[in-house]
């Protein structure tokens, strides 16, 4: 039992540690994750997760995979897949079908597999892995359309990858006569028709008893975890492997519903794929042996690099025609397909069942599986980046701001970021608030930033901060506070945040940080914009230091942040560290002559004042006796 936990700890430890690193080190979680088993796995026997957990292994694997293809259900939104509807649809309808039977034929021909073998092992290259596409996605930083097709194709393919395998597997055994023909089409059709009802159903269910409020708010996210499992179950008992295509039915439904709490059990499913991810890596990996490692041979290499170079490009490419998707989407979507979990998962199971029936290489399927597992995540994980961006494909990279509130002092703002080559966005939901900001060329978003429609408008990965300058508080927090797990709650700010202890203070878990360290309200700001004050970009040099920027600033500046070089942006109220040489510092100040008059004046006042004040004490004392 201590040497189970043991092994258990490990493997999350080591996953959420490969994921960290990734994230740090700006590389696919994915290869680190594949380098982390391998390691516990097949170089230094540690992870033997057959041996170390017996039966419930690949149980534990499949509900795993259940619950990563439901929550990548859950961000298939339709309003998404408008523009890529088209070429979505030709992908999984007949590019599906000529990979599968393109590998077969490849598997077969180059790669020397048996037939029954090969068959099943095209059907479940058809994948191309949520698991995956999801973390590359988010580090590629793909514009919208190409995006949102390669999302969408790895999920939905996922689960029909897997039932093309069911199927591959039952022509099989009808062809070596364990079963009969006619059984294994009524079979079919029921098990395809139960899945997606049974998905369908639970889904509406669920929302109608989430909606009509029968499951409190503490219980909808374990609700929804313990329904995926028992309906991914339930269906597995008909047919083999549909459970995946149920979850993923039910998950695309009620990520289309009116569920008012599904973002705050969306995040919490996102957690849970993430640990699920990780750890569900490593332990396919390690369940690897170094004899099926030594049984790839250059005909596996050969297949792989037909698989990657011919099939798939030849078949997306094809299917496409005329979809209305672009050529330099076309080209990456034929290029970029890594598989993952369900294509590893999948394959270790059927390879068990087709050994069973007397396939004397089916062993081999999980080999040339785990080789196109690799070398794609490798391969594709290094080269999205670099391919999206020689495609023009790639969304603007530098770190921008999205201003909610179009005052004219957000769009004064606005302009000059613009002019830092920042790249900025102003939210408002009147029309009349973006007038300045239409005429000044600055992006604007017209509507409710709260809305769902904003949500699919706003890319909010094009943003890496946030600042609500509207002129109610109690909204700019409730702005921070919706964006705050998308972006960071280290990167949304807000006007007049005041830390203190008065009545009217927000709790420390709403809103987000103050944008300036003392913090000054819509109203302040107002009149300071008024009297004169502007936007100010200053850069330092080596001469030009942050001491002396510091003594040149007119009284009351506000020192908002500073751009790096790199194009990384820096808030001044969050900063743990001072400017440096080629920073430019943006602040909100009075022009420097305008400054010095105002002091002036400032001075002459009290000068008046002075002798104002004694000659009204000199009579005042001739008055006394």
């Not at 996953?15 to 990734?22: D, E, H, M, V, Y």
């Not at 290029?335 to 998962?345: D, E, F, M």
């Not at 957000?410 to 608030?433: F, G």
Request: glycine share 8%; charged share 15%; proline share 4%.
């Amino acid at each position: 039992m201590d040497d189970i936990v043991l092994k258990l700890s490990v493997i999350g430890a080591a996953g959420i540690a490969a994921q960290w690193f990734a994230w740090r080190l700006r590389l696919p979680a994915i290869v680190l994750l594949l380098a982390a088993g391998f390691v516990a796995g097949p170089a230094t026997g540690f992870l033997d997760p057959a041996a170390d957990f017996g039966t419930v292994y690949r149980p534990m694997v499949s509900i795993a995979v259940a619950i990563i293809l439901f929550e990548g259900g859950l961000t298939l939104n339709f309003r998404e897949i408008r523009e890529t509807s088209t070429a979505v649809r030709r992908i999984i309808m007949y590019a599906g079908p000529m990979i599968w039977g393109l590998a077969a034929l490849a598997a077969h021909y180059i790669g020397g597999l048996s037939w029954p073998t090969a068959i099943v092992l095209g059907a479940i290259l058809v994948v191309t892995g949520p698991t995956v596409i999801m973390p590359l996605l988010r580090q590629a930083q793909l514009e919208a359309r190409p995006a949102s097709l390669l999302r969408w194709e790895a999920i939905i393919n996922d689960p029909i990858g897997a039932l093309f395998a069911v199927v591959a597997f039952e022509v099989i055994l009808v062809y070596i006569g364990l079963h009969e023909a006619e059984n294994l089409i009524v079979l079919l059709l029921v098990g395809f028709g139960v899945a997606i009802g049974t998905g369908i159903v639970a889904a509406k269910f669920i929302a109608w008893s989430f909606i009509r409020g029968h499951v409190p708010e503490f219980l909808k996210a374990p609700v929804l975890l313990a329904s995926v499992v028992a309906v991914y179950a339930a269906t597995n008992m008909l047919l083999e492997e549909s459970g995946l295509l149920t979850v993923t039915v039910m998950g695309v439904v009620l990520a289309n519903s009116r569920i008012a709490s599904l973002t705050d059990m969306r995040r919490f499913k996102e957690t849970v794929t993430t640990l699920l991810v990780s750890g569900v890596f490593i332990i396919l990996t390690a369940s690897l042996s170094m004899e099926e490692i030594r049984s790839l041979d250059w005909s596996a290499a050969l297949f792989v690099a037909a698989l990657l170079l011919v099939i798939r490009p030849v078949a997306i490419l094809l299917a496409t025609i005329r979809s209305g998707a672009t050529i330099q989407e076309r080209v990456l979507s034929a290029w970029i397909a890594p598989r993952g979990v369900v294509a590893v998962a999948v394959s270790g199971l059927f390879g068990t069942l087709l050994a069973d029936v007397g396939v004397e290489d089916a062993g081999r399927m999980v080999a040339f599986t785990f080789a196109v597992v690799v070398t794609t995540i490798v391969l594709h994980g290094f080269t999205l980046g670099p391919l999206a961006s020689f495609l023009s494909l790639k969304r603007d990279s530098k770190p921008g701001i999205l201003i909610v509130g179009g005052s004219r002092w957000s769009t004064a703002l606005a302009v000059k970021l613009k002019e830092a080559e920042v790249p900025v966005m102003l939210a408002d939901p009147n029309w009349n608030h973006l007038a300045e900001a239409r005429l000044a060329n600055i992006p604007v978003y017209f509507g409710e930033v709260l809305s769902e429609s904003a949500h699919h408008s706003i890319d909010p990965k094009r943003f890496s901060n946030l600042i609500a300058a509207g002129d109610n508080d109690a909204y700019n927090a409730l702005v921070c506070t919706d964006f705050g797990p998308e972006l960071g709650r280290s990167h949304v700010f807000q006007i007049g945040r005041a830390d203190d202890k008065a009545r009217q203070a927000l709790n420390f878990t709403l809103g987000g940080r103050s944008l300036t360290k003392e913090p000054v309200g819509f109203l302040a700001l107002r009149e300071k914009l008024l009297k004169g004050w502007t936007f100010q970009l200053t850069r330092l040099t080596d001469e030009f230091t942050w001491e002396a920027y510091q003594a040149t600033r007119p009284e009351g500046a506000l020192i908002l942040l500073w751009i790096k070089p790199s194009g990384a942006i820096v808030f001044a109220s969050t900063a743990t560290s001072s400017p440096v040489e080629k920073d430019r510092i943006l602040s909100f100040a009075m022009p420097k002559d305008d400054a010095r008059q105002e002091a002036a004046s400032k001075t002459a006042r009290k000068a008046e004042e002075i002798p104002a004040a004694s000659q009204a004490a000199t009579d005042e004392g001739k008055k006394r006796p």
